[in-house]
């Protein structure tokens, strides 16, 4: 489906729509790290496969850096025993992060090739400006020719998508671009954060087709609302806040048929605090679906 022509009122558009095409396929980010900042080993992953199924019926996950913590060393049988299967990341910021999870992909992907979707090479490396399009473009190239049996791409906010920045991926082959968006970082109040959410994927989305057609596929990278910490601007932490961006746009998103990963499956309590562009303190502590032990926060069922 061509987005293009519903760019105009997006998000009044598909918040009336009535479903177009089959539900989407729903999955969640996943960290490597126990509640106290442990590795995880593969029974925690089996233990995390057996909560998100349970709770939510998904059977995917993304992560991030296929080295760290030897993630995708353990995540991948835990996924074959399990019936999941995974997103695996490479983390190109540095040329030592780059080589090793490089490496560990290169080594376990084939191993269980039924496992693997795919390979995101940089988290939202072009909005942090680690990288312009096409040195991207070149790890991302780097990468298919290293395991060409597996679709390769990258995730990176909405913004870089529509705004030119990532042209050169749109055009240069990448077979998967995951898009990122947060109302909530965006300071909306939770009365227009739908709203907000759809504009930017279809803003973004109907750029990629406008260049790509229908080659490229296309998922919400990430998206979520925190159950509690930092008030930023209009957007107020909240588990019946959460709950209800959850339904509305992340569960609406799936079910007028498109693709998307919610962030994230888990609390971190391990993660550190961190200072937002504006001087605000951002605590990314409490955006699990779940709670650190793993049990459902509110209804996951779309």
Same mark, same amino acid.
């Given at each position: 489906?061509?987005?293009?022509?519903? =760019? $105009?009122?997006?998000?009044?558009?598909?918040?009336?729509?009535?479903?177009?095409?089959?539900?989407?396929?729903?999955?969640?980010?996943?960290?490597?790290?126990?509640? @106290?900042?442990? +590795?995880?080993?593969?029974?925690?992953?089996? &233990?995390?496969?057996?909560?998100?199924?349970?709770?939510?019926?998904?059977?995917?996950?993304?992560? !991030?850096?296929?080295?760290? +913590? #030897?993630?995708?060393?353990?995540? =991948?049988?835990?996924?074959?025993?399990?019936?999941?299967?995974?997103?695996?990341?490479?983390?190109?910021?540095? #040329?030592?992060?780059?080589?090793?999870?490089?490496?560990?992909?290169?080594?376990?992907? $084939?191993?269980?090739?039924?496992?693997?979707?795919?390979?995101?090479?940089?988290?939202e490396t072009m909005y942090r400006g680690n990288f312009t399009g096409d040195q991207l473009l070149a790890k991302i190239k780097d990468v298919k020719s290293a395991v060409p049996q597996f679709k390769v791409g990258t995730a990176d906010s909405w913004n870089k998508f529509q705004d030119g920045t990532a042209d050169p991926l749109i055009t240069g082959g990448v077979d998967i671009l995951l898009c990122n968006g947060f109302s909530y970082w965006q300071g909306q109040k939770i009365t227009n954060a739908t709203a907000s959410f759809y504009d930017d994927m279809l803003q973004a989305w109907g750029h990629i087709q406008a260049l790509?057609? #229908?080659?490229?596929? =296309?998922?919400?990278?990430?998206?979520?609302?925190?159950?509690?910490?930092?008030?930023?601007?209009?957007?107020?932490?909240?588990?019946?806040?959460?709950?209800?961006?959850?339904?509305?746009?992340? +569960?609406?998103?799936?079910?007028?048929?498109?693709?998307?990963?919610?962030?994230?499956?888990? #609390?971190? $309590?391990?993660?550190?605090?961190?200072?937002?562009? &504006?001087?605000?303190?951002?605590?990314? @502590?409490?955006?699990?679906?779940?709670?650190?032990?793993?049990?459902?926060? !509110?209804?996951?069922? +779309?």
């Amino acid at each position: 489906m061509h987005l293009s022509s519903i =760019l $105009p009122a997006a998000a009044a558009l598909l918040a009336t729509a009535p479903v177009v095409a089959a539900k989407g396929n729903m999955g969640f980010a996943l960290g490597d790290k126990t509640p @106290t900042g442990a +590795c995880k080993s593969q029974q925690d992953y089996v &233990d995390d496969f057996k909560a998100i199924e349970s709770a939510s019926g998904a059977t995917i996950v993304r992560i !991030y850096a296929a080295s760290d +913590c #030897d993630t995708a060393k353990n995540i =991948l049988p835990a996924a074959k025993a399990q019936g999941f299967q995974v997103v695996l990341g490479i983390w190109p910021d540095t #040329d030592e992060s780059y080589a090793k999870d490089k490496a560990a992909v290169v080594t376990y992907a $084939p191993q269980y090739a039924s496992q693997v979707y795919a390979v995101t090479v940089g988290s939202e490396t072009m909005y942090r400006g680690n990288f312009t399009g096409d040195q991207l473009l070149a790890k991302i190239k780097d990468v298919k020719s290293a395991v060409p049996q597996f679709k390769v791409g990258t995730a990176d906010s909405w913004n870089k998508f529509q705004d030119g920045t990532a042209d050169p991926l749109i055009t240069g082959g990448v077979d998967i671009l995951l898009c990122n968006g947060f109302s909530y970082w965006q300071g909306q109040k939770i009365t227009n954060a739908t709203a907000s959410f759809y504009d930017d994927m279809l803003q973004a989305w109907g750029h990629i087709q406008a260049l790509a057609g #229908d080659k490229i596929e =296309l998922w919400v990278g990430e998206t979520g609302w925190p159950s509690a910490g930092s008030k930023y601007q209009n957007a107020v932490p909240g588990t019946q806040s959460a709950a209800t961006f959850y339904s509305e746009a992340f +569960c609406g998103i799936i079910d007028w048929g498109y693709n998307a990963f919610f962030f994230e499956a888990f #609390d971190e $309590p391990w993660k550190p605090l961190s200072v937002g562009q &504006d001087g605000s303190v951002a605590d990314e @502590t409490h955006w699990g679906a779940m709670n650190a032990d793993r049990t459902a926060k !509110y209804s996951l069922k +779309c």
